[in-house]
Structures are given as C-alpha cells and as structure tokens.
C-alpha cells in the first residue's frame, strides 16, 4: 500500500471489504466496500474511526499504520465518531494492548459503548465525552510543526442517535464518517477523488446512492439538519468513514447527500420511472411489456427491476430517486405476491414517499392483490393514477390499456 497523506500529519487508513456479499449483513453489496480510519499525528496521536475484525480490518489497519511508521500502542486517542460495530468492534482489543489510550465521543455514544464493548471498571475513566463545538489541541504537527487541532459537531441521527462529526481545524478536514460515504472498495492504493476517472466517478456515484438509500436514506431530515451545522464551516477535505476522499472537489458529495436528502422530504426526484415487476407464470410481466411501450414512446428513461433477482438494495435505490413507479405484480392467496409484500414493507421502513404510481397486475378468479396494496401503501403520500388490473392473460383490449397507462405515468412526470 501507498501512504496516503491529506497534509503532512495526517494519514489515510483504509481496509477493504471484497469478499462479503452484503453490508449490514443483508445488502448486496457487489463491488466492496472501503472502512476508512484517519491517523493524526501531532504531539498527540490520534486516530479517527476504527474498525472492526470484519475481513480482518483490524489487521489490515494496523499493517498500514506501521507504513506511516507508527503502532497502535503509539495512540493517544481515539475520535469515536460512531458507535456502529463496522467501526467500533475492536475497541476493546486496542484498549487492553494500549493502556494510555483515550476514547473522545459524545454522551450518547458513551452509553451506547457500555453495552457494546466490554470493558474494566477502571477503563471507563478512559473515555471523555465532547460537545457540539468542543474543542482539543493535539499540539505541533511531527513533520509539518503546524498546531493541529480538532472541533467536534454533534450530528445526530446520521444514522444512529450518537453521531458526530469531526473538524481539524489548520487542514480543514472534515472526517464525516458514515455521512458522505459510499460502497465501493478503494483497493488499488487510490483514495482521493482526484485520482478516478470520470468513469470510475459515475460507478462511485452508482454505489454511493446504494448506500444513501439502503444506509440514511430513513434519516433525510438530519441529514439536512447536519448539512445546515456545517455551513459556515470551511471545508477543504471531506474524508468519510467508506469510500473517497474528497479534496479537489469536496462540495460535490456534499451537495451530493443534499439532493439526496431531498428525495423523501420534498425535494426534486429524478425524471425517471422505476418499473418494478414480478411474475410467477408471465401473465404479469406481459403487461408490463405493454406498459413499457407507453413509457418508452414518450421517451422518459425507465428502469426495469424485476423481483424477487434483482437485489433489494437496487430496487430500493432506483425507487428512492425516480420521481414515477411502475409496481406490476399478481395475485397471490388471495393478497399480493410475496416478493412484492417484502418491497413495499421496504419502501415504508425507508421512507419511500411522494411518488406518481401506476399499479398493474394479473389475477386467477377473485383478485385481491390491489386491497392489499392500497393497505401497504396508504401513508406513502404517493399519487396513484389508476390501478390497472385484469383476469389471466392480457387481451388485445387490456394491452393498450396498459400501453396508455404507461404514455399517461410518463407524462404526467
Ligand atoms: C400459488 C398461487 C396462488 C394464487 N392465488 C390467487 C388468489 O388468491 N386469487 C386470485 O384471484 N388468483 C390467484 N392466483 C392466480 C394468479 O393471480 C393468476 O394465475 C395470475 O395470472 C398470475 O399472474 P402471473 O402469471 O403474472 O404470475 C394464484 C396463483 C398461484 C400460482
Ligand atoms: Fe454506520
Ligand atoms: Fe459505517
């Protein structure tokens, strides 16, 4: 690995998740991801967010601290920005084998980490609690003699209650953790964003709104909340706990998470439909074939996801952002066809809301899908033009129906 410096006295730290299926332990995530941690080197030696034992971080971590020519025992403290195990899980460990290590978090990941990390009686007294605007100096810088100091801004619920961000005030970096990040390894020794392609910043973008829609997509309003705090910051570098480091271009993912935040509470949607279509014998998905042809003479771009293959984190984030849907399933026993059931239970815990919707389906001889459906998605504050539905296999009659409820969705964007 490259030592990666954002100035002289701080360091990149990053292993590299490639081998596990899924983030969290249920999103598919299909190109890795990165678990970033910041080494600080002034008089004090600090570490900003951890690891966990997860494709042996920790290892790979402490591999890369002694390429910036320190040990774990050389720490003097930790910047606890977030309690999640991702971050969090070998806290223990490093206390034990550092003995002068000190933890610096807010209140509430304080209690949180009581019942996370197992810890002596005696360590407790280890762990200082900071405040929005708190500040500490960790002294001249090892090679660059400039002060180096950290303010702490208290942004809760970016995803869990305890989070924080952190601010290095003479580089001005800001170590976000999860808030800026995304899916996607960083494991051929590039980090900043600088150094990828504009190809490359289009797959990152794919991956970031993977994880904005399956990570903090519930959390939009603190999410702008958190963006409002730091506005009058002055931020040169952004460098998150997954994912790129933002120095050329730090705005850019900043206001990144700012459109994204505005897709479940009020704000633009992409022009775009997500049609979304399950079939267990292609009654459906007929229709759907039929739908899409309105759709397309339009020529408003669409995405076709069909359940239950394509990966829920997909599905989810290509809803999250299309200002139109497109739900097509049967029905099953009476209700709605499960894998369909599993997506709107979905769209409800992730706060899919404020969309154009056009529902469709087949159904055998008495239906009910539909009132299910309407139960699902009652307090979604989605505008559903008629739902089409009908008996078997579509008729001529009922394909150009669907064709025009396609022309209709698209034009009413
Ligand atoms: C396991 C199973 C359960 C079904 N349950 C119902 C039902 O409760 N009510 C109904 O009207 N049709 C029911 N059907 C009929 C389907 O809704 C109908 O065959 C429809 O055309 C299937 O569409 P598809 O080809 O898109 O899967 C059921 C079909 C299957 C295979
Ligand atoms: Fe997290
Ligand atoms: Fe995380």
């Known amino acids: 690995m490259d030592t990666k410096y954002i ?34 080197t002034g008089e004090k030696k600090v570490l900003v967010d951890l690891y966990s034992e997860w494709e042996h971080c920790d290892q790979q971590a402490e591999s890369q601290l002694k390429e910036y020519g320190f040990a774990l025992e050389d720490l003097d403290i930790l910047v ?29 990941a304080a209690a949180l980490l009581k019942n996370f990390v197992k810890l002596e009686e005696k360590d407790w007294e280890r762990i200082k609690t900071v405040k929005n605007g708190d500040t500490l100096s960790l002294g001249k ?25 952190t601010y290095e005030n003479s580089s001005k970096t800001l170590f976000s953790c999860d808030a800026f990040g995304s899916y996607g390894a960083l494991n051929d020794g590039r980090v900043f964003d600088d150094e990828f392609s504009e190809d490359e910043h289009r797959m990152f973008e794919e991956e ?59 704000g ?9 279509s399950g079939s267990m014998y ?33 599905v989810l984030a290509q809803a999250f952002r299309s200002k139109g849907l497109a739900l097509a399933f049967p029905t099953y026993e009476y209700k709605m066809y499960p894998p369909a059931v599993h997506v709107l239970d979905m769209f409800a815990r992730k706060h899919i809301y404020n969309k154009t919707v056009a529902r469709i389906g087949s159904w055998g001889w008495s239906g009910g899908a539909q009132k299910e459906y309407e139960q699902l998605t009652a307090n979604l504050r989605w505008t559903n033009l008629e739902s089409l539905e009908w008996q078997g296999t579509a008729n001529e009659e009922n394909l150009a129906d669907l064709k025009a409820l396609g022309k209709k969705l698209a034009e009413s964007l």
Not at 221 to 238: E, F, R, T, W, Y
Request: charge should be neutral.
């Open 7 to 40: 100035s002289p006295d701080i360091g990149v730290l990053r292993a590299n998740i490639c081998n596990s299926p899924y983030f969290e332990g249920f999103w598919k995530i299909d190109r890795g991801v990165s678990v970033n941690a910041y080494l600080l």
């Open 80 to 108: 606890m920005n977030h309690m999640e195990c991702d971050h969090t899980a070998c806290v223990a460990d490093l206390m034990k084998r550092n003995k002068k290590l000190h933890i610096y978090c807010t209140e509430k």
């Open 141 to 165: 810088g090892v090679k660059s003699g400039t002060e180096l100091s950290l303010t702490f801004y208290e942004t809760p619920n970016i995803h869990w209650p305890e989070t924080m961000m």
């Open 208 to 266: 970031c709104l993977l994880y904005y829609a399956t990570v903090v997509a519930s959390f939009g309003v603190p999410v702008k909340n958190g963006i409002a705090k730091l506005k009058d910051l002055d931020i040169a570098v952004i460098a998150p706990s997954h994912g790129i480091v933002w120095r050329k271009n730090p705005g850019a993912i900043v206001e990144r998470f700012a459109k994204y935040a505005g897709y479940n509470t009020g």
């Open 268 to 276: 633009e949607q992409d022009k775009h439909i997500c049609v979304i």
């Open 282 to 314: 292609g009654n459906t998905s007929r229709g759907t074939e039929a739908l899409i042809e309105g759709i397309k003479e339009t020529g408003v771009p669409y995405t076709l996801l069909n359940i239950p293959e394509t990966p829920l984190s997909h």
